[in-house]
């Protein structure tokens, strides 16, 4: 009897394949909302790490648009978060990417004041090698913390580099490039800055028609920075999700 | 079932029969994940609970499924878990989920516990299966917790760091720093470090083993000769 018990077979995989997908849609639907919210919290704790809780009002986070521009470091739209106070320009969030990493792409969360000095920078995913190139993040040593209120013109653009090619910024012994990648890409973001500042705080957040799918977006972008990778795999996995 | 079996069991997954000691499983998450103890205390944790939930479930359908679908059936139970407990830390114990990150979905890969449901629950009872996927898992745990802490204190000079991470600012009494000053070993810290501890390890356990084999037999020597001092006088 082949037929009877391949069909036996069949019947009790295809059960199981029922079940075990019953099992994770469950709860899918049971976390999903809780997951949303973690990964808006999660990001809006590094936006307040770049920009001070106190110095706006308005909510961060829904007041996103996206824009694309090769100073930024990548050709993939990017988000930036607009700070106001009672309606007026506070503060923006880019968050740009440095792509000379020595591991690739470090990104980053730079935060800029109206008047184009930085209120800080954070490195949000990062593959550099540990020990030497992860002391770019803030758990591992304050170099990061050195950007704070710098600007265009503080040190002078020539001197928007690390020490070892005569500018102003540590590197960290041991590793030159990844300092060097991600001093370059701040002082990149500025640039941008300084030129796009009008049409970053003057473009509508519901941008036209499309009010849910910024939403959307914004989700999204929260599933992609989730805050500072620790293991390369985890970093190549937050890759490979954008790429799709 | 006698208790002793159940000693035996317990002994089989902690040491005889080690995971990743002696059967040498689960090498990718063990050598990835260890470069901290609290690491490898997470991924030991996550891999547990898999292991307990899998066994038993294995167990529980051993009679109704087929030997020839049995394979499919036990990777889809797996990996219905893993899915589960990786959504489930992912709303709860966000910080723990960001820490271990990709090596959760990995536990479906860990071929143990393919293998302790293969060779073990699905021969054995429910309570036999569950002791043995506990004892296994903990064996496991310890290991990734012994490589993480040498690793750590060798490629760093703490042990524990980012212990809040997991369970809070409550256990930061955890973290200590063992060498102050310490300039750090990067060897330790990156791939190559994992697998020359795994080797120190397992010597170790061969060398514990070894010796505890001589001095048995030296007890028997010992008692034989006894014997036949008492038969000749």
Known sequence: ?244 | MADADYGKIAKDGFWDNNVALVQVLGLCPLLAVTSTATNGLGLGLATTLVLIASNVTVSLIRHVVRPEVRIPVFVLVIASFVTAVELAMNAFFYDLYKVLGIFIPLIVTNCSILGRAEAFASKNNVGRSLLDGLTMGVGFMLVLVVLGAMREIVGAGTLFSQASMMFGHSVDWLTTTVIEDYKGFLLASLPPGAFIGLGLLIALKNLIDQRTEQRQKQATLATKAKAAEAASA
């Open chain 1, 1 to 244: 009897m082949p037929w009877k018990n391949m069909l036996i077979g069949a019947l009790i995989l295809g059960l199981f394949a029922v079940a075990g997908t019953g099992l994770v849609a469950m709860t899918q639907e049971g976390t999903a909302e809780r997951i949303a919210e973690n990964e808006r919290q999660a990001l809006l704790e590094n936006l307040h790490q770049v920009v001070p809780e106190k110095l706006y009002n308005n909510d961060i986070y829904a007041d996103a648009i996206e824009v694309t521009d090769p100073l930024l470091g990548s050709k993939q739209p990017l988000a930036v978060y607009r700070a106001r106070m009672d309606g007026k320009p506070v503060a923006a969030v880019i968050a740009s990417i440095a792509p000379e990493g020595y591991g690739g792409d470090i990104k980053l969360l730079v935060g800029i004041r109206y008047d184009g000095t930085l209120t800080g920078v954070r490195v949000l995913s990062h593959k550099e090698t540990p020990g030497l190139g992860d002391r770019i993040e803030v758990e591992r040593s304050d170099w990061i913390l050195g950007f704070n209120g710098h600007s265009l013109d503080n040190p002078k653009p020539q001197q928007w580099k690390v020490k070892k090619d005569g500018g102003a910024f540590d590197q960290f012994t041991g590793a030159t490039i990844t300092p060097r990648a991600v001093v370059k890409e701040v002082y990149n973001t500025l640039r941008y800055y300084k030129e796009h500042r009008e049409q970053l705080f003057a473009r509508s957040s519901d941008e036209a028609e499309d009010d849910l799918d910024a939403a959307d977006k914004a989700v999204d972008r929260g599933v992609t920075y989730e805050g500072i990778e620790v293991d390369e795999e985890a970093a190549n996995e937050n890759a490979s999700r954008e790429k799709k």
